[in-house]
């Protein structure tokens, strides 16, 4: 199965949309067989969960992510865990072993900022 987790250094980021990577982890038989780092090629509304797709991803694991960015996943099939927080290793450790929960999610007013694009409230407040 191969799983997406939008990244900042070795933690995973609590914006979807404008993490400035991606950390794609193939995982068969509860081990880690492939992982590569791909940068965030852009954020628009249906741009990622398409890219993400092409990429041959399952299931994309997150911090905070919005409802259309979901629907957009779900469209393609992509599951999405969201409300997770940490490093990157420690996160895929919790999921080989079964125990990583799906909770809600960390976006918070101005989580875009720093991701290269300036703004006062997060768009995903309000279900976008």
Partial sequence: MRFAIPTDGEFVS???GRCPTF????IEDNKVIKKEILNNPGHSPGFLPEFLHNK???CVICGGIGQRAIGFLKQYGIEVIVG???KINDVIEKLI?????SG???CKPGAGKNYG???????HEGGD
């Fill in 97 to 101: 072993e079964g125990k990583l929960v």
């Fill in 23 to 26: 950390t794609i982890v193939d």
């Fill in 84 to 86: 997770i927080e940490g």
């Fill in 56 to 58: 041959g991803v399952n």
């Fill in 14 to 16: 609590p914006h979807f």
């Fill in 117 to 123: 694009v300036e703004k006062t409230k997060c768009e």
């Fill in 104 to 106: 809600k999610s960390l």
